[in-house]
């Protein structure tokens, strides 16, 4: 048995492993992957076990100091997945193990900072004065509350200062694990069978408790199996006292059952046979059945349809195919607003055996379903990207629906990864089958499966769904037309006089729509009631603070939000720069869409689907079920309705603003305005009612426009990747982001400059073919959350070569925040 455990401490920033001592007392309880609390410096840390060792690397070790989780917390491969995440990624070892435990379980070592002097004396800092008068006000602090009160402001730069001076101390702390199984009362029948014959021997004399305690007998004495009490005292009326004095006598059995808090408790499951495959559907499973059979012929392979062509039933059907071999199935949406309807369609396929992984889900059923997942009890999990992380025994596939979306690439968080090329490297470990789905695949991914010689499977027609049949005869799949896309020249509707967001042919089209009972989608990929607020007198925008950007007013809260850091505002009266009191709101949004469609159209059911109207833990599902069960007839959104939804009785989609997002100063700016319009269009149609699209632009003759109102997905694959070799863009090159970031603008700059002098010399000083740099510029959002932000591109072959040979840390300045991002999907 080895005596020694080589451990990544759960600090995000630090590197390299450290070894320790196993106690006699914890033999054969710590394995690789067990999570361990351990002494570090001069505070107590979280570790996770990498591997049992014979002998340490250093003289004298210290001693592991408590078992948090006997059983392993991370399986042998996703130990091997995230050491190459960190090494593909630049993450610390310690980042990538952690996302994949479940929150509440992962604890970080935090501060206790504790008020020495209620003097605040001269020349502090306005956040040292802050600190101060917060601890004053609430007593001692830890520093994630501090975290919470002190939110725009960087305050732990403040805390050196304030120690030095005695003002307050700072003392290190591990907080105990947040989250527990939890444990239900329960009752279990145990009197003699005769106990009827006579209950007022039994129970005492009649009275109110005497029926409510013969009322619970009853109960009990018809389950085999323990009861929990709250289900009791709904049944019986029966309290707390009464199942006491039942235990007292002895009639009832009185215990403790643990109780999964699962996320999919309410749900039935509505049982149907699998539909019948179309031929097109039959050639593209028995392709992927022979994979999951044979592990000689996997390589990723990439399904390419058309939105309502049957790719979910391709997924059911190999998921099911996967279950008969004894391994797992994890299946992953780009969106939390897709995982009600996924889920619903697995439960009914595989009830009982479904697992849902989200970040809306509270700390209790995050932890249960992983602790279930990793027991083998939930054999397919489905949600976001977070999902790929799930502890399954054994792995089999891994299906990434919509794998288009940028959301697959997390780049607001650490450690940055890209779900894509970390599910490539889960399935070369694992063995697992990988299967990509999307109407409209990226070009780097479509590029990579062709270069590679990977399987690119096709489904180019759309199945006609929601068919009513009356015979058997009818229950054959049909395919069905794409629905009728027309485009609007905005700029012609202006000319004619019509000075409304929605054109004349829109507003027809949906007065037809409300007439024959159908429902409606009208898109528009921003929120709130105005893009920005200016004064008419001196053409003041009002901005935030912090991040510079312009602020959105929201007319249901009657403030102004900064979309990027959630920085809010009363809107002013007074013009902030010039007093003037001609403050007006110019641009659209989805709540000024929404006023003005019930203003036009005044009998409508009218409902808004946002990120401001889902918050709330359900909100998603919600919405979905509404609309799904047409209780409204408009459905108004960002492009949270644009993916992958069923909605049978959507028979028009109007964009109402289809080149949002084409003028960007980013080179995939038209490749995401084809994906979202070709998305957002597929959601009209799906019925034998047909359907129609309309695209309102500005910019009606850009490719992007043409190829997506005439569903010309290769005409734009060309006309894209012709584009991206003039400009020495990826595909036929990789980019590494560098952002510099510090509150001083003056040091952000000065390092962003310094560093791509550094760059240019080592390229031309070193030889690195094909390799350049772009920039260093200020960043589209020039400032954010308080702090300036500078960025450099890396163009290469493999960017990452130059940070191999120069480890950042070597010449980065101290003091400044420095963001390596390999392949970004956001270059602004």
């Not at 559907?281 to 028995?286: G, H, L, P, T």
């Not at 997942?373 to 990434?400: C, D, Y």
């Not at 603003?657 to 799906?686: H, I, W």
């Not at 200020?778 to 070569?801: H, K, M, T």
Request: glycine share 6%; aromatic share 8%.
């Amino acid at each position: 048995m080895p005596r020694y455990a080589r451990i990544s401490i759960n600090i995000p920033q630090l590197t390299g492993l450290f070894d320790y001592s196993i106690p006699e007392e914890f033999d054969g309880l710590i394995h690789a992957g067990s999570l361990v609390n351990v002494p570090f410096g001069r505070q107590i840390a979280q570790g996770i076990v990498v591997q049992l060792i014979d002998e340490p690397a250093v003289a004298e070790t210290k001693s592991i100091e408590a078992v948090v989780e006997s059983d392993r917390v991370i399986t042998p491969y996703q130990m091997e997945l995230a050491e190459w995440l960190a090494q593909e990624n630049y993450s610390t070892l310690s980042e990538c193990l952690d996302m994949m435990l479940p929150v509440g379980l992962s604890q970080h070592t935090d501060i206790l900072l504790q008020l020495c002097s209620t003097d605040i004396p001269e020349g502090l800092s306005v956040a040292q004065q802050k600190i101060l008068k917060i601890l004053q006000k609430r007593g001692d602090l830890h520093g994630r509350q501090l975290d919470r009160a002190l939110s725009r402001m960087a305050w732990r730069e403040a805390i050196p200062g304030l120690v030095k001076r005695g003002l307050v101390k700072s003392k290190p702390i591990l907080s105990p694990i947040q989250v527990k199984p939890r444990y239900i009362r329960t009752a279990q029948f145990s009197a003699p069978s005769d106990w009827r014959e006579n209950p007022e021997k039994t129970l005492g004399r009649e009275s109110v408790a005497f029926f409510r305690r013969k009322a619970v007998l009853e109960l009990l004495e018809t389950q085999s199996m323990p009861v929990e009490v709250a289900l009791i005292y709904t049944e019986t009326g029966a309290t707390a006292a009464d199942l006491t004095v039942l235990a007292k006598k002895g009639l009832v059995i009185l215990g403790e059952n643990e109780g999964w808090r699962d996320p999919l408790e309410q749900m039935t499951p509505v049982l149907n046979e699998p539909p019948v495959l179309t031929s097109d559907q039959q050639k593209v499973y028995e392709q992927i059945e022979r994979q999951i059979a044979d592990i000689s012929l996997r390589k990723p392979s990439l399904l390419v349809g058309v939105t309502g062509s049957g790719k979910t039933e391709i997924y059911l059907r190999a998921a099911a195919e996967t279950l008969k071999t004894g391994k797992g199935v994890i299946i992953l949406v780009p969106e939390i607003s897709l995982t009600p309807q996924t889920v619903k369609r697995f439960f009914s396929r595989f009830p009982g055996k479904v697992g849902l992984v989200h970040s809306q889900l509270s700390t209790g059923e995050r932890y249960d379903t992983w602790r279930r997942i990793r027991s083998g009890q939930l054999p397919v999990v489905v949600g976001a990207r977070s999902a790929l992380f799930s502890p399954l025994p054994e792995i089999g596939l891994i299906v990434i629906d919509e794998c288009h979306d940028s959301s697959y690439h997390q780049e607001d968080f650490h450690p940055h990864y890209h779900t894509l090329e970390t599910a490539y490297a889960l399935s070369r470990i694992t063995g697992a089958t990988l299967l990509l789905g999307s109407a409209t695949p990226d070009i780097e991914t479509m590029f990579q499966f062709n270069q590679r010689g990977w399987n690119i499977l096709r489904l180019p027609n759309r199945i006609l769904a929601h068919q009513e049949p009356s015979s058997n005869a009818e229950l054959a799949p049909k395919y069905s037309p794409m629905p009728e896309i027309e485009v609007i020249d905005m700029r012609k509707e202006l000319a004619a006089g019509n000075r409304s967001p929605l054109s004349n042919s829109l507003q027809r089209e949906i007065k037809n729509v409300l007439e024959r009972g159908e429902q409606a989608i009208l898109f528009l990929n921003r929120r709130g009631s105005a893009s920005y607020v200016f004064c008419r007198d001196c053409g003041y925008v009002l901005r935030c603070p912090r991040c510079d950007t312009q602020l959105t007013y929201h007319a249901d809260e009657i403030s102004l939000l900064c979309h990027i850091c959630n920085y809010r505002r009363l809107m002013p009266k007074k013009c902030p720069d010039c007093e003037g009191t001609r403050i007006r709101q110019y641009g659209m949004g989805t709540e000024s869409l929404e006023r003005l469609t019930c203003e036009l159209f005044p009998g409508a059911r009218v409902l808004r689907w946002d990120a401001d109207t889902s918050r709330l833990k359900g909100a998603h599902d919600l919405i979905l079920d509404h609309f799904l069960h047409h209780r409204a007839d408009i459905l108004i959104g960002t492009q949270m309705i644009a993916k992958g939804h069923d909605l049978p009785f959507v028979t028009l989609v109007g964009a109402v603003l289809a080149d949002t997002s084409l003028n960007l100063p980013d080179f995939r700016a038209a490749e995401r305005t084809y994906q979202l319009l070709t998305q957002v269009a597929g959601r009209a149609g799906r019925s034998a009612r047909g359907g129609k699209v309309i695209f309102q632009t500005y910019h009606p003759e850009h490719y992007a426009i043409r190829c997506a109102a005439t569903y010309d997905a290769e005409g734009f694959y060309l006309k894209e990747l012709s584009y991206r070799e003039q400009t020495g863009y990826p595909p036929y090159s990789r980019l590494m982001k560098i952002e510099f970031s510090h509150t001083n603008p003056i040091q952000t700059q000065q390092a962003a400059l310094a560093a791509g002098e550094q760059l240019n010399y080592w390229i031309e000083s070193e030889k690195i073919a094909a390799t350049s740099i772009i920039g260093p510029v200020p960043c589209f959002y020039q400032r954010r959350a308080g702090y300036y932000r500078w960025q450099i591109l890396v163009r290469s072959p493999d960017p990452r070569i130059i940070l191999k040979q120069h480890p950042l840390k070597t010449w980065i300045s101290t003091g400044m925040t420095v963001d390596i991002t390999i392949d970004p999907t956001r270059v602004l």
